[in-house]
């Protein structure tokens, strides 16, 4: 039995000092407060869950600092994410990732939602392990230390009636049974979700849209959701319906679906992803960098919606600065502080992410949970003087101040170092593979 002694860690009852937690098989066995450590490994600083970053696209990492050198949109940042995703082998792919993931360990996320449909070979062409391009990703998140929901994406159209271009190509099964065939071949475990998603509006047809929800009705469901103004008034002019009507009518929105980006949406769209309690995925720091807009992150939470949180494009790996972003945005879009209380915006990063991303027993310290712990300097010149309250954690703390991270017991980031990993040396071989 291992045990973690916390100078201070935020429980579900609220902030404590002296936290003494024993792990047993991975999960919490016993939490106590107000102990001395005795030989329990120390954690000092503010002690809070495993974050869950509920939405990645592993690959995009590779465009960091490399996509913010003109003007443009979506639509031609889109080009060059093209690019990269060209360039991509299951070999190439694993290291990439591994470094991706590695990056996010270091940062304190314990559990990632990976939003896969970059699926075939160049032109389209299966390799022989159908599956090779998903595989390489768990295979990346086992060897960085970090939970994997792979999200295995529908990805059938290049637009709504468009057909595919060249490197969407390597996204397609042909059709929805097709895609469903090929999923149904992997097989997750206690670490690794096999979900299912579709693309958006524009990726899979409306008359395929049921045949993905109902593929895998036990797993988690995502889908990008109204994420440019374009997508909208494409959807309205084909079908005569909101992307969020669109999906309702097809039965797509529920408690295990999540909605990503859910930016440019009507009063009708907010109340059907509320009724359907349809998680809200977003991801500002992804959103603001590709010009996106604000989605109505507090209209979302009033109608029944959790908010859960994604790095996305990983412009930035942060899930401090998410939660952040989705208060400051509202106070822009509102002129008014306080939409979002510190507490809530946690919760959204812990709990509902992981519960979204099919872990539901994740993102709280108590016994029986998961043993997933992240430790953050209180003495760095963001957090110093700050109180070491949950506030300090949303809105003082960044990425850089994590120091420890332990996941199902396993302490697997110390000091600010992976363990295991030159995360940085990863980074840069692995990007420069496909990018040079």
Known sequence: MTSYWCETAVLPGGLFDRVLV??????????????????????????????ANCHSHAFHRALRGRTQTERGTFWTWREQMYAVAAALTPDTYYELAKATYGEMLLAGVTAVG????????????????????????IAAARDAGIRIALLDTCYVAGGIDQPLNEVQQRF????????????????????????????????????????????????????????????????????????AQVLDEA????????????????????????????????????????????????????????????????????????????????????????????????KAATVDGHRSIGFEDAGVIEVGARADLVALRLDSVRTAGTGGTVETAVFAASAADVTDVVVSGKHLVAEGKHMTMDVAAGL?????AVTA
């Open 114 to 137: 990976e939003f896969h449909y970059l699926h075939h070979a160049p032109g389209g062409r299966r390799y022989d392990d159908a599956n090779a391009m998903g595989t390489a990703l």
């Open 428 to 432: 840069a071989a692995s990007i420069g």
């Open 172 to 243: 397609s099964d042909g059709d929805a049974t097709a895609w469903a065939s090929r999923v149904a071949q992997l097989a997750g475990d206690d670490d690794v979700v096999i979900g299912a998603a579709a693309h958006s509006i524009r990726g899979v047809p409306q008359d395929q849209l049921g045949a993905v929800a109902s593929a895998f009705p036990d797993v988690p469901l995502h889908i990008h959701l109204s994420e440019q103004v374009a997508e909208n008034e494409a959807c309205l002019a084909a079908y005569g319906r909101t992307p």
């Open 251 to 346: 039965g797509f929105l529920s408690g295990r679906t999540s909605a990503v980006h859910a930016t440019h949406l009507t009063s009708v769209d907010i109340g059907l992803l509320g009724s359907s309690a349809t998680y809200s995925c977003f991801c500002p720091t992804t959103e603001r960098d590709l010009a996106d807009g604000i989605g109505p992150s507090a209209q979302l939470r009033e109608a029944g919606s959790p908010l859960t949180l994604g790095s996305d494009s990983h412009a930035v790996i942060d899930l401090f600065e998410e939660m952040r972003a989705v208060e400051l945005d509202e106070r822009l879009a509102t002129q008014e502080r306080g939409r979002w209380a510190a507490a809530e915006l946690l």
């Open 22 to 51: 024993s792990v047993a098989d991975g999960r919490f066995s016993s939490v106590e407060t107000g102990v001395d450590p005795g030989d329990a490994e120390v954690l000092s600083g503010l002690v809070i869950p495993g974050l």
